[in-house]
T-cell receptor, first 113, second 113 residues
């Protein structure tokens, strides 16, 4: 079975500094991986997805993630945090058929001014 | 265009009552998914449909939970004889076809007193 572990439940950064949200996955097949963001009182929004093409995936709002098979990691990064990035971020792996999504527990990102 | 919509956005009910949660997918999306998100956790898969056919209901926690999508568009998740442990955010997503990117609605927050 597939699973996802988000290594930090809370991350706090200053505005303008880099963001790193860590995610490790477990899968018995070549996975599809995603990062979703949830702003307060809003739905989940897709940031980016990896589907076995380029290992460095660029998403919206300046975020990117790198798929590292040897480390079973899919960490999310952004060079410079903005106040509007404050939200909860979920790392997600799909089942082998691509229909059932398995979510991590989430990382709450706080951005300090 | 319009995204996934869910209604009601908030539902407070008493233990033992039945509730029906509605999901209206993005127009033209043939696949529809239901997830449940407990406080402080990531969403967990409940069930999904391709057109009107329920393809997988392995995530439904017990037989009090059921879902339907009779005309292949709007879906209803019904919880009978609600219990306090059913309190959660219920999220719906749709995708253009099976195994495609899932787009989420704002969710219905259910509180069972």
């Amino acid at each position: 079975a597939q699973s996802v572990t988000q290594l930090d439940s809370h991350v706090s950064v200053s505005e303008g500094t880099p963001v790193l949200l860590r995610c490790n996955y477990s899968s018995s097949y070549s996975p599809s991986l995603f990062w979703y963001v949830q702003h307060p009182n809003k739905g989940l929004q897709l940031l980016l997805k990896y589907t076995s093409a380029a290992t460095l995936v660029k998403g919206i709002n300046g975020f990117e993630a790198e798929f590292k098979k040897s480390e079973t990691s899919f960490h999310l990064t952004k060079p410079s945090a903005h106040m509007s990035d404050a939200a909860e971020y979920f790392c997600v792996v799909s089942d082998q058929y691509g229909n059932k999504l398995v979510f991590g527990a989430g990382t709450i990102l706080r951005v300090k001014s | 265009g319009a995204g996934v919509s869910q209604s009601p956005r908030y539902k407070v009910t008493k233990r033992g009552q039945d509730v029906a949660l509605r999901c209206d997918p993005i127009s033209g999306h043939v696949s529809l998914y239901w997830y449940r998100q407990a406080l402080g956790q990531g969403p967990e898969f409940l069930t999904y449909f391709n057109y009107e056919a329920q393809q997988d209901k392995s995530g439904l926690p017990n037989d009090r939970f059921s879902a339907e999508r009779p005309e292949g568009s709007i879906s209803t998740l019904t919880i009978q004889r609600t219990e306090q442990r059913d309190s959660a955010m219920y999220r719906c997503a749709s995708s253009l076809v099976m195994a495609a990117t899932q787009y989420f609605g704002p969710g219905t927050r259910l509180l069972v007193l």
